[in-house]
C-alpha cells in the first residue's frame, strides 16, 4: 500500500537538479514576450494627482503603459472591492499607479521611471498604535463570550493585567510573484500564476477583463513556496498581466523583483493585546478578558477571518470557562495584510502563552506545570462552543516529550550551568499545540478531483490543489496508487488547471490533503466500482492492465469526477459560535536554549517534538513540514523583524526592511544543533482519508517552545521569581533588554 510509506516528494530530483518548471520559467519558452514593471508611488498616503504616461513612449522598447482607463471591466483585485488595480489614491508606500510593458524587463524600468506621477500627500497612520489612537479600523468586530468574565475575574484569587504585543512576518518565498498571460485566436485568456487560489485568479482576472469565466483559464505549475502569501495577493498581478496581454495580443509576463514583492506584498498580520486574567489558589485558569487588534494595512484582504481564527484559538489547550474576548482590525498605511501559515491562530495563541509565561512565576508555579494543569480534558468545549475530541493525545504527547527528552534531568543540569555562569545561562520550556482544521468559513470545505484511467492501465490525476512545495501532490499520487492497487508509477498528476476542476477553494487552512485526498479517492472508487462486473466476468489470474482493457472494450466509463464535502461543520460569524473545525491537531515541543548575557545572542540547543499527523499519509512529507514550520515559527518570533518608517520625514510609511540584507532569515544556523521530531503513534483520526491529519500549519506554533525556552534563560538573569516580559521577536537586541530589566 502505498499510503504510509516513507517516500520522498515527487518533485524532490527536479528542485534538486534545476529541472522544475515555475511559472517565469515558461518565459523562455514564450515568444514575443512583453515584461511589466510598476510605477510605484513614493508616498504612504496620497492622491494622484497627475498620470503622464506620454514620455514612457519616448523610452526605446517601450510598448505600453497600462492605467485605469484601459481596463474595460472592474478596476479592483480584491474580493472586497476595496483594492483599485489602479489606484487614484495611494495607500501605502511602493504601490503601483501604472504599469509599463517593455520588450525587455529594462526597458520597462527606464518607462517606468519616465511616467509623470504627481501627488498630494495626505495623512497616514503607519504604526499599529497610530491606527488605535486615530481609531481607525475597518472591517467586522467579533465578540466571542462564554460564561461570565467579570464573576470569574472577581471570584479569581490572583488577577493580572497586561498588553502584548507582536510584529508581523514576511512570507519570503524563494519564488516571487509571477503570473505569464497570452490570448489565443478567439479571445480566450490563458494565465500561468504562481497562485494558491487558481479559482480566485480566475475570478479576478474575468471581472477585470469584464468577461465571463468561462473564457478565462488559470494554470499553477507549482510554486516556490506560498506560506498563504499566495491565497489572495497573486490576483492582481495576474489581472495586469492578462489585461495587458488583452490589450497587445502579445504574452504579457510580470515577476516582482524580491525588493519589489517585499515592498507591494502583505504580510502576517501583527498584534497588539490587552488582557486581564484571574486564577485560583491552585493556579487554574477562571477568566480571560482580552482585546486583540491585528494590523490589516490599507484593506482587508483576509482580515476578518484571519481575526476570527484569531480568537478561536485564544484558548490554544487550555480550558477557561469564563471569557470575553473582543477583535478588530487597525486600518493602516502599509501593504495589504494576508493569510500566513497559521491564519491568525498563531497570533491568538501566543496571547495565551505569553500570559501563562509571564503570570507563572508571580503565581510561584513552574511554567511547564502552570500550563499542564489548565489542560482540556475529555468532555470539555471550546469557548466557541466545540466539543475538545481527543483532548486526552495532549497529555499523551505531553508526557512523552517529557520522557523522552528527559526533561526532569536537563532542568536540573540546567540550573546547574546556570548558578556556576553569571554571563551564560540556559533555558528550557514546553508548550502545547491545540490547531482546529478546517477552513473557518464552511463553504470552502469542498473539493473536486478528475481521474482518468487510460487503455493501458495508467493513471492521470486532475485535482483543485496547489503544489508549492509542501508535498501534496505526492500524497494525491499515494492516495490513488493505493485506490487502485498500483505501483506509484503508474500514476501521474497534471498541473492544476480551472478549466479541469472548477470551482476550487484556496490550497490552504491545512486542508489540501484532506480535501483533495478525498475527492481524488472518491473518484478512484468510482471507477472500481464499475470495473468490478468486469474482473469478476475475467480469469483470477486477469491483471489490473486485463481488466482496464476489457472494460474499455465493454463500454465502460474508466474516468470519474470526484467530489467532497466536510460533514459535521458550522458556524456562525455573528455569535462566534459553533463546530467551525472537523478536529483539532495537537503536539508538543521542549526547547532548550542558551543566551549570552553579554550582548543577547542565544543558541537553540535541542528541540523535542511530538506531533499528531493522524495516520501519516506519507511521514518523510509530514516530517519535514514539521522541521519547516517549527522553524518559520522560530524566525517569526525571534528573528524576523519588520520595520516601516514611522518618522515624520519624505521616506514615511517606506518598509525600510526590504531586502535579506536587513531582513534577518532562519537559516541553518538557527536549526537546533540537535532536533528530535516524532509522530504520535495510535492517532487514527475519524472520517478523513485513510486516518490521516492535516500537517501544514500546526507545527509552526511548536515554536512558542523557544519563545518560553528564552524568557526562561532571560530570568536565570535575575534573583528568580519575577515575571519576564520579552518582546516579539525576540531577537537579541530584544533579549539584552529584557535581562537589563530582570538584572534591575
Known amino acids: 500500500m502505498s499510503v ?60 505600453r503603459v497600462l492605467t485605469a482607463a484601459d481596463v474595460p471591466g472592474v478596476n479592483d483585485s480584491g474580493t472586497k472591492h476595496d483594492e483599485p488595480l489602479f489606484p487614484g489614491e495611494v495607500m501605502f508606500h511602493g504601490q503601483a499607479v501604472a504599469w509599463v510593458l517593455g520588450e525587455t524587463l529594462e526597458s520597462a524600468r527606464l518607462g517606468a521611471a519616465a511616467v509623470v506621477a504627481e501627488y498630494e500627500p495626505l495623512p497616514s ?23 461570565d468574565v467579570d464573576a470569574g475575574l472577581a471570584a479569581s484569587t490572583r488577577v493580572f493585567e497586561g498588553v502584548t504585543e507582536f510584529a508581523g512576518q514576511e512570507h519570503f518565498y524563494l519564488e516571487t510573484h509571477a503570473s505569464l498571460a497570452h490570448v489565443d485566436d478567439d479571445g480566450q485568456v490563458f494565465v500561468q500564476s504562481s497562485t494558491q487560489h487558481p479559482t480566485e485568479t480566475q475570478e479576478i482576472v474575468a471581472h477585470v477583463l469584464g468577461l465571463a ?67 485560583d489558589d491552585d493556579g487554574r485558569l477562571q477568566a480571560l478578558e482580552a482585546t486583540l487588534t491585528s494590523e490589516g494595512g490599507w484593506s482587508l484582504d483576509l482580515s476578518e477571518p484571519v481575526l476570527s481564527r484569531a480568537l478561536c484559538h485564544v484558548d490554544n489547550a487550555y480550558w477557561i470557562p469564563n471569557v470575553h474576548v473582543q477583535g478588530r482590525i487597525a486600518r493602516t498605511h502599509t501593504t495589504s495584510q494576508t493569510a500566513f501559515r ?17 503570570c507563572a512565576p508571580a503565581l510561584g508555579i513552574a511554567p511547564e506545570e502552570l500550563r499542564r494543569r489548565n489542560f482540556y480534558v475529555e468532555g470539555q468545549a471550546t469557548p466557541y462552543g466545540q466539543p475538545v475530541r481527543h483532548a486526552e493525545r495532549i497529555d499523551r504527547a505531553w508526557q512523552q516529550v517529557l520522557d523522552t527528552s528527559e ?17 551564560s545561562k540556559r533555558g528550557l520550556a514546553i508548550t502545547p499545540v491545540k490547531f482546529g482544521i478546517s477552513f473557518n468559513f464552511t463553504s470552502f470545505n469542498q473539493a473536486g478531483a478528475l481521474v482518468h484511467v487510460y487503455k493501458d492501465g495508467s493513471v492521470l490525476i486532475n485535482h483543485g490543489g496547489t503544489e508549492m512545495g509542501q508535498g501534496l501532490h505526492t500524497k494525491m499520487l499515494q492516495v490513488a496508487a493505493t485506490a487502485f492497487g498500483l505501483p506509484i508509477e503508474r500514476v501521474r498528476l497534471a498541473p492544476t488547471r480551472t478549466d479541469k476542476v472548477p470551482n476550487t477553494s484556496a490550497t490552504a487552512a491545512s486542508s489540501g490533503a484532506d480535501l483533495n485526498g478525498a475527492a481524488v479517492r472518491d473518484a478512484c472508487l468510482q471507477i ?39 460533514e459535521g461543520l458550522s458556524w456562525d460569524a455573528t455569535t462566534m459560535s459553533g463546530n467551525p473545525f472537523k478536529y483539532f491537531a495537537y503536539g508538543v515541543a521542549a526547547a532548550e536554549v542558551e543566551v549570552d548575557g553579554f550582548t543577547g545572542g542565544y543558541e537553540v540547543r535541542r528541540v523535542d517534538i511530538v506531533h499528531d499527523v493522524g495516520d501519516s499519509l506519507s511521514p518523510l512529507v509530514d516530517i519535514g513540514q514539521i522541521e519547516g514550520g517549527f522553524l518559520q515559527g522560530v524566525g517569526w518570533l525571534t528573528l524576523e523583524d519588520l520595520r516601516w518608517d514611522s518618522s515624520d520625514g519624505p521616506n514615511r510609511g517606506r518598509l525600510a526592511t526590504q531586502a535579506a540584507s536587513t531582513y534577518k532569515l532562519p537559516s541553518l544556523s538557527e536549526l537546533p544543533a540537535d532536533l528530535r521530531v516524532t509522530l504520535l503513534a495510535h492517532a487514527t483520526e475519524d472520517g478523513v482519508v485513510h486516518g490521516s491529519k492535516a500537517v501544514g500549519e500546526p507545527p509552526l506554533m511548536l515554536a512558542f517552545s523557544v519563545r518560553e525556552a528564552l524568557r526562561d534563560a532571560v530570568g536565570a538573569f535575575g534573583p528568580g521569581g519575577i515575571p519576564v516580559e520579552l518582546a516579539s521577536p525576540a531577537t537579541p537586541e530584544a533579549v539584552w533588554w529584557a535581562i537589563e530589566r530582570v538584572r534591575r
Open 125 to 147: 497612520l503607519v504604526t499599529i498604535a497610530d491606527a488605535i489612537a486615530a481609531e481607525s479600523f475597518q472591517g467586522a468586530r467579533p465578540t466571542m463570550v462564554r460564561g
Open 407 to 423: 526533561f526532569a534531568v536537563r532542568r536540573k543540569d540546567i540550573d546547574r550551568h546556570n548558578a556556576q555562569n553569571p554571563h
Open 213 to 279: 469565466s468561462h473564457q478565462v483559464t488559470v494554470q499553477c505549475l507549482r510554486m516556490g513556496g506560498g506560506f498563504g502569501g499566495k491565497e489572495m495577493q497573486p490576483h492582481g498581478y495576474a489581472a495586469v498581466a492578462a489585461l495587458g496581454a488583452t490589450l497587445t495580443g502579445r504574452p504579457v509576463r510580470v515577476r516582482l523583483t524580491r525588493q519589489q514583492d517585499m515592498t507591494m506584498s502583505g504580510k502576517r498580520h501583527g498584534f497588539h493585546a490587552t488582557w486581564r486574567v484571574g486564577f
Open 4 to 63: 504510509g510509506e516513507a517516500r520522498p516528494h515527487e518533485a524532490a530530483a527536479l528542485h534538486v537538479t534545476g529541472h522544475a518548471l515555475y511559472t517565469d520559467d515558461l518565459v523562455v519558452r514564450t515568444r514575443q514576450v512583453l515584461h511589466a514593471h510598476p510605477v510605484a508611488a513614493p508616498h504612504a498616503h496620497a492622491r494622484v494627482t497627475r498620470l503622464d504616461a506620454a514620455p514612457a513612449y519616448g523610452i526605446p522598447g517601450v510598448g
Open 342 to 358: 497559521g491564519f491568525g491562530g498563531p497570533q491568538g495563541m501566543l496571547v495565551v502563552e505569553d500570559v501563562l509565561g509571564r
Open 528 to 566: 472500481l466500482a464499475r470495473l468490478v462486473p468486469v474482473r469478476e466476468r475475467l480469469d483470477a489470474a486477469a491483471t489490473w492492465e486485463d481488466v482496464v482493457r476489457a472494460a474499455y472494450l465493454d463500454r465502460v466509463q474508466l474516468w470519474a469526477a470526484g467530489f467532497y464535502r466536510t
